[in-house]
T-cell receptor, first 110, second 111 residues
Framework: GQQVMQIPQYQHVQEGEDFTTYCNSS?????IQWYKQRPGGHPVFLIQ?????EVKKQKRLTFQFGEAKKNSSLHITATQTTDVGTYFC??????????FGQGTRLTINP | NAGVTQTPKFQVLKTGQSMTLQCAQD?????MSWYRQDPGMGLRLIHY???????DQGEVPNGYNVSRSTTEDFPLRLLSAAPSQTSVYFC??????????FGEGSWLTVV
């Protein structure tokens, strides 16, 4: 079935540094979603990307959808301790399934 | 609105026991799903439903049953619990499969 691969699995940064996580699919995606899960919490929807080459921003977070709609990225500028958590991408997995990447766990040294 | 409500939050089962994880949503969402989350494995889809009376299997359905008799409720049944089913279980709902809202999770330990 459809899979989305996410890298890196872990990322540790100093507070104030930037952070990027990447999501890749072997097939074209009609859309891609990003979720954030705080430690001990549940995943929370962040954003949906639908158009080829789409770029969306939420304060310090920038989301991109590749031109071929096979990859996506989430970039955080000047990380803060509130950014700690695991970031997941998710895409259509056939039928009515939503398939998640393995997630990137972000830890921050204050 | 309470959103997506899962019960129980924590449960310990003995191998071979059965139980039901409850999930209810008050947003009138047609789409509901169950995921399990294990360390290093991300979120894996167990079962999903696109509306009352309709359910289908996800990536890891073995050992689990679901039903959808109402729009609001989507219970997950473990038929005969095994240690491999020790996990965190999340229920989610949405207008469609893409933008889904998760419950707070149910931590299950099978001993």
């Amino acid at each position: 079935g459809q899979q989305v691969m996410q890298i890196p699995q872990y990322q540790h940064v100093q507070e104030g540094e930037d952070f990027t996580t990447y999501c890749n699919s072997s097939t074209t995606l009609s859309n891609i979603q990003w979720y954030k899960q705080r430690p001990g919490g549940h995943p929370v929807f962040l954003i949906q990307l639908v158009k080829s080459g789409e770029v969306k921003k939420q304060k310090r977070l920038t989301f991109q959808f590749g031109e071929a709609k096979k990859n996506s990225s989430l970039h955080i500028t000047a990380t803060q301790t509130t950014d700690v958590g695991t970031y997941f991408c998710a895409g259509p997995g056939g039928a009515q399934k939503l398939v998640f990447g393995q997630g990137t766990r972000l830890t921050i040294n204050p | 609105n309470a959103g997506v409500t899962q019960t129980p939050k924590f449960q310990v089962l003995k191998t071979g026991q059965s139980m039901t994880l409850q999930c209810a949503q008050d947003m009138n969402h047609e789409y509901m799903s169950w995921y399990r989350q294990d360390p290093g494995m991300g979120l894996r889809l167990i079962h999903y439903s696109v509306g009352a009376g309709i359910t289908d299997q996800g990536e890891v359905p073995n050992g689990y049953n679901v039903s959808r008799s109402t729009t609001e409720d989507f219970p997950l049944r473990l038929l005969s619990a095994a240690p491999s089913q020790t996990s965190v279980y999340f229920c989610a709902s949405g207008w469609d499969r893409n933008t889904i809202y998760f419950g707070e999770g149910s931590w299950l330990t099978v001993v």
